[in-house]
Nanobody
């Protein structure tokens, strides 16, 4: 069965950094594009970033460009999201997911940005 396990969330002050990880199993990770999504309290699920299967192509939500970096290690079946210069509006549960339509999400990891 496909499994995605996110980790690395926490509580940070504005301007701080975190590195999220997503460990994948149950499918051929290196053959799949991947994405990060987030859901803030009381808001809808929002796409954050996408990376191609090879890692060569990335795309970002405009509001996180220059602050967040998506990457992957296909040898470790792991997806990453480096979050820098965090803002209070980045507070959300962050999820990883394959770009394949209908794919499941992981359980998410909570990121809280607060002074």
């Amino acid at each position: 069965d496909e499994q995605l396990v996110e980790s690395g969330g926490g509580v940070v002050q504005p301007g701080g950094s975190l590195r999220l990880s997503c460990e994948a199993s149950g499918f051929t990770f290196s053959a799949n594009g991947m994405k990060w999504l987030r859901q803030a309290p009381g808001k809808e699920l929002e796409w954050v970033a996408t990376i191609s299967s090879s890692g060569q192509t990335t795309n970002y939500l405009e509001s996180v460009k220059g602050r967040f970096t998506i990457s992957r290690d296909n040898a470790k079946n792991t997806l990453y999201l480096q979050l820098n210069s965090l803002k209070t509006e980045d507070t959300a549960i962050y999820y990883c997911q394959r770009t394949l339509l209908g794919s499941r999400r992981g359980q998410g990891t909570q990121v809280t940005v607060s002074s």
